[in-house]
């Protein structure tokens, strides 16, 4: 009543531009003893993301950027396997789950060829996610049985024009993928080797 | 951009006169006030809007590109964020909003369903994409695009303005207003002005074949 009301939320907003300030040279002397920055750097978005920030809090985008959760997803990427000198051996073998089961249909696959035969061959020939299509469901990378779509964390795909990614861009290794979800990969990883020691058990019992 | 970007006209300044003059073209002044204060409409039409509303709060904080002020007239906004689904029945409304924003104006399709109708671009109610009515700048994938995917959009198109000329951009061309858009017509299906010709000459063909004339 009789403004009260008005001067304490200023006072709020003042407490917050004051604290903002008294956090910078809190701060500055962290950084003097432990090296620690404020800004730009991962300890200081940790802790202006955490309940104890007092003061601005704001992520300061194309400088610093906020980490992603393992499972943020955003377009689908395929995954290959460096094989020796360089050879990039796809996971994908062009069966098209992923096309079916994709929810807005945005994928599409042509089969590849051998040429010397000419018969079909389990390798993708053209793969094509249409990005402004994709609704980042994570259903391709769910149903995929050979672990060779997955979801991608880059998130930076604005463009001038509608985004079809042809598979070029959409190629990346194994390596990439155990970077940006370690948990999942190593998961994934120890399943696929456990399937394999057990088709060669299999194949040994019955070879004796 | 700093001010050695500025300065930057295309001519060789001689080294003794580097200190004492400034040239720089119109365009370069133009364009880093347009870029600096690119005003947005304020309207959302699904669940993109909510987080084209994180990108423009405290967290993520707009302010820092000059596009703080949201305009709830498209008589004072510059750039149109058309986030979410564009259902039929609101697509006069969104032409109609585009035709009353002053030039330069500019269209970011953010979304899937914005850019192409996403998971309805086969619906019986939804347009497949802005962009098959308006001049889409900028498109950001995504569903939704978390709001640093937005802001990565949003500094791209200030890149695009960079790189416009005052002689070049469509509004101020002589002739004919190229930028208005007509407003489509909502019957029991979306008719899109512009096809009417179109779709004339194909009734006229369908309703007296020519095979039908020589018999």
Redesign the interface.
């Known amino acids: 009543m009789y403004g009260k009301g008005l001067l304490k939320g200023l006072g709020v907003t003042f407490v917050r531009f004051f604290n903002t300030y008294w956090e910078d040279l809190t701060w500055m002397w962290r950084r003097v003893t432990t090296g620690e920055k404020r800004y730009h750097s991962a300890e200081g978005i940790a802790h202006r993301s955490s309940k104890n920030t007092r003061g601005i ?6 400088e610093e ?2 980490p992603v959760p393992e499972e943020f997803r ?2 689908p990427f395929l995954v290959y396997d460096e094989g020796a000198d360089g050879a990039k051996e796809i996971r994908c073998t062009s069966c098209g789950i992923c096309s079916k089961v994709c ?2 249909q945005c994928i599409w696959i042509v089969r590849g060829t051998d040429p010397s035969t000419g018969r079909p061959k389990p390798q993708p020939a053209e793969f094509y996610i ?8 994570g259903f391709c990378a769910e149903y995929c049985p050979f672990d060779a779509i997955k979801m991608d964390h880059d ?9 079809l990614l042809p598979m070029e861009k959409l190629m990346k290794p194994a390596s990439y993928y155990a970077e940006i979800r370690p948990l999942n990969a190593a998961r994934e990883d120890e399943a696929r080797k456990a399937k394999e020691a057990a088709k060669a058990a299999k194949a040994e019992a019955a070879a004796a | 951009m700093d001010n050695n970007e500025l300065n930057l006209p295309g001519y060789e300044i001689p080294d003794d006169m580097k200190n004492t003059v400034a040239i720089t073209s119109l365009d370069r002044l133009y364009n880093w006030g347009r870029r600096s204060s690119v005003w947005p409409l304020m309207f959302g039409l699904a669940c993109c809007a909510i987080e084209m509303i994180a990108a423009q709060a405290s967290r993520y904080d707009l302010a820092r590109f000059g596009m703080e002020v949201m305009r709830p007239t498209p008589r004072q906004a510059d750039l149109m964020i058309v986030s979410g689904t564009v259902t039929k029945k609101m697509v006069p409304a969104i032409v109609r909003l585009y035709n009353q924003m002053p030039e330069p104006k500019y269209v970011m399709a953010m979304g899937a369903c914005a850019s192409s109708g996403g998971p309805f671009k086969e619906g019986y109610n939804v347009v497949a994409g802005i962009d098959k009515f308006l001049p889409v700048d900028i498109y950001v994938p995504g569903c939704p695009p978390t709001p640093q995917a937005l802001m990565n959009g949003l500094i791209m198109l200030q890149k695009k303005i960079d790189k416009e000329s005052i002689s070049k951009v469509r509004w101020y061309r002589k002739g004919a207003d190229t930028v208005e858009v007509p407003v489509p017509i909502l019957g029991p299906d979306l008719i899109d002005v512009r096809r009417i010709p179109d779709i004339k000459s194909k009734v006229a063909e369908l309703s007296n074949p020519p095979a039908q004339r020589e018999a």
């Open positions: 809090f704001t992520v300061q985008y194309p950027k906020l955003y377009i929810p807005p249409d990005a402004d299509i994709c609704m980042n469901c998130y930076e795909l604005a463009s001038y024009t509608r985004t």
